[in-house]
């Protein structure tokens, strides 16, 4: 990845951000919004202050209609933060006026009152579910319960799908800056392609693309990652939450990884299958299987047709072929929400009986009607036997056609 310029927001994206919150509280009847985030969260946080503020995520919002958004810190370091940017000249979105020292029930009860909210119609960004990490919400019941009680006369409503959907649609500052983190992804599903080989230990390919991240100046969470002949797993390598060696590379492993790239609060994800050597055949087959599904999430991702749509053509190639699958074959990005129907049974894989059999999961946000902008995570899976390969990457709705942001993971990747 050659070093380029690093795209930047204006002001001009905050004000188009906090009109477009100011027309929803209007068509809504609401009179101000309260944003609930988490900071370091992992690959999928529940972040939606951040697109309000443009600043380190874990803040508490309140964003009455008719002013500037009040941001309820959670620790001193926070404000730190915000001194420090302003000495250094940054272009903040938020005064100093606008922030205050702690994010507790009581605390945000009281910025409530004081800004005129006490009694008010509020829209509440965090109790909706929130896929996959929050099936029932993000905020905890004995922090709503306390502002309930202590605020009978406010009619608090549940907007975050609502508004979430207002969201998806990025604007070309954000298509910048989303383009910017699909391109340190590529370097990093490069990285780990450079350095796969047999013998080498899978902290080694796991800490290539970690540092192609950092060098190109953003932070990554971490990746999911699992090797072996047939691996199935999803998730941070066992040698991260278990005291064991990192597993060493053999000819004819396959390295299945999600990568998870962050940057200015926008996300893309990699799904980078590599082959090392001569992989079992039914692995080539599978993947063949999962290239088509990819292929018909393209033909079918177009501004007027609807999510649904798009996940069952994503689905149809490998339920043809009697696939199992490890999770969703396409969800939504910029936030998450949409996510495509996942069929029962899951694994079919020898061993997988022995496991609880998964009911299937409808589709959500099925309906929604795509529009130019929309990102979404391809990430076709094809299992059959002990043999499984996702693969895929970002994709935005364009105007015409779909805008493939990384084809780079969308097929079987060969180290060495």
Request: hydrophobic residues 45%.
């Amino acid at each position: 990845m050659q070093r380029t310029s690093v795209p930047v927001y204006s002001l001009a994206e905050r004000d188009r951000r906090w009109n477009l919150a100011r027309s929803f509280m209007e068509a809504e009847g609401l009179d101000g919004l309260v944003v609930f985030g988490e900071g370091d969260a992992g690959p999928a946080p529940f972040a939606f202050d951040n697109w309000f503020t443009n600043d380190r995520p874990g803040v508490l919002l309140v964003f009455p209609r008719d002013r500037t958004p009040t941001a309820l810190v959670p620790i001193p370091t926070f404000l730190f933060d915000h001194r420090e940017a302003v000495h250094r000249g940054d272009e903040l979105w938020l005064a100093a006026h606008d922030l205050r020292l702690g994010r507790q029930s009581h605390q945000l009860v009281q910025a409530l009152k004081d800004l005129g909210l006490g009694n008010g119609s509020i829209g509440v960004m965090g109790l909706d579910p929130y896929l996959p990490a929050h099936p029932e919400g993000r905020i905890p019941y004995p922090f709503w319960d306390t502002v309930l009680n202590r605020l009978p006369g406010a009619d608090f409503r549940n907007v975050g799908h609502a508004f979430a959907r207002l969201m998806m649609a990025l604007s070309d500052e954000e298509i910048a800056v989303v383009r910017h983190a699909a391109r340190v992804g590529d370097a990093m599903a490069e990285a780990m392609v450079a350095t796969a080989a047999p013998g080498v230990s899978e902290a080694d390919v796991f800490a290539a693309a970690m540092a192609t991240a950092y060098r190109h100046g953003t932070l990554a969470p971490h990746l999911h990652f699992c090797s072996g002949p047939a691996p199935s797993a999803s998730g941070q390598p066992t040698w991260g939450y278990r005291p064991q060696a990192p597993r060493i590379l053999r000819e004819g492993d396959l390295i299945a990884t999600e990568i998870f790239s962050n940057f200015g609060g926008r996300q893309t994800q990699h799904q980078a299958a590599i082959a090392i050597g001569q992989v079992h055949p039914m692995i080539e087959h599978v993947a063949r299987i999962a290239n088509e599904c990819y292929a018909a999430g393209l033909a079918t991702l177009r501004a007027g047709a609807t999510f649904g749509e798009v996940s069952e053509a994503m689905l149809a190639p490998a339920e043809a072929a009697g696939a199992w699958f490890r999770g969703p074959q396409i969800h939504g990005l910029n936030p998450y929400g949409a996510f495509s129907r996942i069929p029962g049974g899951l694994v079919q894989a020898e061993g997988g009986d022995l496991y609880p059999i998964a009911a299937p999961r409808p589709a959500t946000l099925a309906d929604m009607t795509l529009e130019p902008g929309m990102s979404f995570a391809f990430e076709p899976s094809c299992g059959i036997g002990d043999h499984l390969v996702t693969l895929g990457g970002t994709v935005l709705v364009g105007e015409d056609e779909p805008v493939e942001l990384s084809p780079l993971t969308a097929e079987l990747l060969r180290a060495g």
